[in-house]
């Protein structure tokens, strides 16, 4: 049929999501043609049913209040203060942002191992700490698909001593990523794969964790990628897997 | 950071945040299809957006930062967990949804003809979770492609793509619905009685 290229870009012109200079030529079309004409109506009142009926839920006058609370900012300070105290304060910011810009980075950076290591324990600690079983690593890679905002590679792991356990999707700083397990030894290790830009703290290569955490890790960013490799097998191991993800990118 | 900055983006937070506070609600309702899971969600979700706000770029979007919080939030609950668990492995974003049968009475003339807005909320509320807000992204909180891919973290052509499937979802779910109430009535388009 004549219109089915139309009626297939219907919603997205309805929507208004249609590029500008497609728009003139779709108006045209519209209003010339009843059966799109008609098809565009009854799509319009179904979006405006969709409007009404999805605004069905209001907060309770008690949750708004206690939210209100919380939300509401704190009263400001009377600044009505001596202009000694105004030179000590501009001191103390000057010398307080030099040592949190750097306890800012450190900080952030050691919060994000942190929450990296709890990803791996909590995930290990679960009944089912994978969402997709499979040791193919062509069963896994596509499982993501649609479910996290890009793309990544799986080494082949012949003649390894690594096997692939499985893997599930996950969240770090509000950031969705992917978490594949991975079998040495008996050893379980972790590889964490997000978007770079996406992350908050600024972590460089093969940054070492914290010492509290007691397990080998490896970080680097690649093609725009930030992976996380964590375990508590030897660092050696570690390494080797890391080896194998940055040659498979 | 100094005193005046720190209330300066309080201040932010609240102007930003406050009057997104009963579509957020709405959209956690939604979701969690629960008063109680929607209120702790909301709640979670503005606890968590104030202790990162100050990784929030002023001028950029803050409704689809907030949003994206609440969803992943929503996610990583017990709830999401089980609702997302119920999603096929292989969900493929381009498969086609089968047509409804029906020709002449389309759903959404049948609907229109019966007024039924609880029909359309009961058939919103059978959706997948992840057709159902999208649809409530687009349709009700009316974000555009690039807010929604934002909040989802997809690409746009997967905005398009998983928007227009909830679409056909909906229109084949309220189907059905129709039939059913319609009883014995032999209605147009049908072959009932035949």
Same mark, same amino acid.
Do not use: C, Y
């Given at each position: 049929m004549v219109c089915e290229s139309w009626k297939e870009k219907l919603d997205t012109y309805l929507?208004?999501?249609?590029?500008?200079?497609?728009?003139?030529?779709?108006?045209?079309?519209?209003?010339?043609c009843t059966s799109c004409s008609s098809d565009a109506l009854t799509r319009v009142q179904m979006k405006r049913a969709i409007h009404v009926a999805g605004k069905r839920y209001t907060p309770t006058a008690e949750f708004r209040k206690r939210m209100q609370q919380k939300i509401a900012a704190k009263p400001r300070r009377s600044f009505g203060l001596g202009w000694k105290f105004a030179v000590a304060a501009a001191a103390i910011i000057v010398v307080g942002t030099l040592t949190s810009a750097y306890l800012g980075t450190r900080s952030g950076r050691d919060q994000v191992f942190s929450e990296i290591a709890d990803l791996?324990?909590?995930?290990l600690a679960s009944s089912s700490p994978v969402d997709v079983i499979s040791?193919?690593?062509?069963?896994?890679?596509?499982?993501?698909?649609?479910?996290?905002?890009? !793309?990544?590679?799986?080494?082949? +792991?012949?003649?390894?001593e690594f096997s692939l356990l499985g893997g599930r999707m996950t969240y770090l700083e509000q950031t969705p990523g992917a978490h594949l397990i991975y079998d040495v030894r008996k050893h379980h290790i972790s590889v964490f794969v997000f978007q770079e830009r996406s992350l908050p703290a600024r972590l460089g290569d093969n940054s070492l964790s914290p010492n509290r955490l007691s397990f080998s890790t490896e970080t680097w960013s690649q093609g725009g990628l930030r992976y996380f490799v964590i375990g508590d097998?030897? !660092?050696?191991?570690?390494?080797? +897997?890391?080896?194998?993800?940055?040659g498979a990118s | 950071m100094d005193l005046s900055g720190a209330t300066l983006q309080l201040d932010s937070f609240e102007e930003l945040a406050t009057p997104l506070f009963d579509q957020l609600y709405n959209f956690a309702h939604w979701l969690t299809q629960n008063r109680e899971e929607a209120e702790d969600l909301v709640q979670e979700t503005y606890v968590k957006a104030l202790k990162g706000f100050s990784s929030f770029q002023l001028g950029t979007n803050f409704r689809a930062w907030i949003y994206r919080i609440l969803r992943n939030t929503f996610l990583t609950s017990r709830k999401g967990l089980k609702v997302t668990m119920t999603v096929p492995l292989y969900f493929d974003e381009d498969?086609?949804?089968?047509?409804?049968?029906?020709?002449?009475?389309?759903?959404e003339t049948i609907l229109f003809a019966r007024s039924s807005q609880e029909s359309l909320q009961k058939a919103i509320d059978e959706l997948p979770v992840h057709f159902r807000e999208i649809l409530l992204l687009c349709e009700v909180e009316e974000m555009s492609y690039q807010e929604i891919s934002e909040t989802l973290s997809v690409p746009i052509g997967t905005v398009m793509s998983r928007l227009s499937r909830a679409r056909q979802t909906l229109r084949n779910q309220l189907q059905p619905h129709s039939q059913q109430q319609a009883g014995p009535r032999i209605d147009r388009g049908t072959n009932y009685g035949l």
């Open positions: 929507d208004g999501e249609v590029p500008q200079e497609e728009m003139r030529s779709f108006h045209a079309h519209v209003r010339s791996h324990v909590a995930t040791t193919d690593r062509h069963t896994v890679k596509p499982w993501f698909q649609g479910k996290i905002p890009f !793309a990544f590679n799986l080494p082949e +792991l012949q003649n390894t097998a030897s !660092a050696a191991d570690i390494d080797s +897997l890391a080896k194998l993800f940055k | 498969e086609d949804i089968p047509e409804a049968t029906i020709e002449r009475d389309t759903p």
